[in-house]
């Protein structure tokens, strides 16, 4: 369960590229408050949208626990030149610092996870998830090659999901 932020604080999830830090947006998943300038504090009801957390680059990596099952996002993507897109298979996961985000699930990755988990039995468990490369398909496609561990869970978390 996140904690509840103090006034002024980011609640970040950090990713590393390489030797690199980056650090994607994301926001608490329980018990979270936003304090406006005046000072006034509201907890949080729903969170509408929640940031997308990036593994596109080569050498990303997340330790996070998935939290639904795959499925089509809402957002429809163009190619360059204007062609139409499917909307991306996403996931939500909570990332190891107890905030939350949403992976754009690539088919591979899909795959491995369905091949390996059936029933969507991955929803729950934690993962360390690291981009390892990237190859070009003979019809010129980019597809991502990922690393994905399954870990134990942290001391005192067990893997269901409240409803």
């Not at 491995?112 to 390892?132: C, Q």
Request: net charge neutral; aromatic share 6%.
């Amino acid at each position: 369960m996140a904690r509840k932020p103090q006034e002024n604080e980011t609640d970040t999830a950090e990713t590393t590229n390489g030797g690199n830090r980056e650090s994607t947006a994301v926001v608490p998943v329980t018990d979270a408050f936003i304090t406006t300038g005046t000072g006034h504090q509201f907890k949080v009801k729903k969170f509408v949208n929640i940031p997308v957390i990036s593994l596109r680059t080569v050498g990303t990596e997340i330790i996070c626990r998935i939290l639904d099952a795959i499925h089509t996002g809402s957002v429809e993507h163009r190619r360059k030149g204007g062609a139409e897109r499917k909307p991306a298979d996403v996931v939500t996961v909570e990332a190891s610092n107890g905030a939350q985000g949403t992976i754009i699930v690539s088919e591979i990755m899909k795959t491995e996870l369905m091949n390996n988990y059936p029933n969507d039995s991955y929803v729950g468990a934690w993962f360390h998830i690291k981009r390892t490369d990237t190859k070009r398909s003979t019809d010129g496609n980019e597809y991502g090659l990922y690393a994905i561990t399954e870990l134990e869970p942290p001391a005192g978390q067990r893997r269901t999901i409240d409803a």
